[in-house]
């Protein structure tokens, strides 16, 4: 099915919906694994059609949509792509930027959360902290020698002011659902299930 959606330039899944149109059955999954490992397989045969179905269909290939990118943007990619402008390892040597180093210091307990202090919403576990408050620092002091200001608001999410445009985000770390085996539940009503960190930091921007 792939295979002959590539050759017509339109999606499996639009291929897929061309051969139900026509009654025509395919492959079933893991049919052409079968075949490649010596298994028979019984080939389907086409049904009878009735009078009135559809006998043909006319495929159109995919065509890609174009977008034409504002100069401002070329050349803000392009400044962007230049080595000189990229955020190197010497940004995460430093020491914490100022902010990130008040989160740090709420987050583990040294500093007591007041209404003129603000930390920033970092979502990640405690193994993952220092790595995500590293790459927090070294995206501030960045975004502040290119002429962007940093800070955050009430709700700690992390703002970056660029060129009079508010960039609102968060950093987080995803979790995936595991199931607990009954040798580790201390109880036959607890949970079967529970949360575990995975160990990747993403940024997740809000829109204003």
Not at 107 to 133: C, F
Not at 136 to 156: H, K
Not at 161 to 168: D, F, I, P, S
Not at 169 to 179: A, G, K
Request: hydrophobic share 35%.
């Amino acid at each position: 099915m792939s295979s002959l959606a590539k050759r017509y330039n339109i999606s499996d899944v639009a291929f897929a919906k061309v051969c139900r149109k026509l009654q025509v059955p395919v492959p079933p999954r893991g049919d052409w694994a079968r075949i490649r490992n010596g298994y028979k397989v019984t080939k389907p045969s086409l049904p009878h059609l009735s009078p009135g179905d559809q006998t043909s269909a006319t495929v159109s290939p995919s065509q890609t949509k174009s977008r034409d990118v504002p100069e401002a943007v070329k050349e803000q990619q392009a400044h962007k792509a230049a080595p000189e402008n990229r955020i190197s390892e010497a940004y995460f040597s430093r020491k914490l930027h100022s902010l990130v180093q008040t989160t740090k210091q709420m987050l583990s307990g040294r500093m007591e959360p007041t209404g003129k202090i603000v930390a920033l919403n970092v979502r990640v576990s405690k193994s993952s902290r220092d790595r995500a408050l590293r790459i927090l620092s070294a995206l501030f002091y960045a975004c502040e020698e290119r002429g962007y200001s940093v800070a955050a608001n009430e709700q700690r999410e992390l703002l970056i002011l660029v060129k009079g445009e508010e960039v609102r985000f968060l950093l987080e770390e995803p979790s995936r659902r595991i199931t607990v085996s009954e040798s580790k539940r201390k109880h036959s009503w607890s949970p079967t299930s529970e949360l575990e960190p995975t160990g990747k930091l993403i940024f997740a921007f809000r829109s204003t």
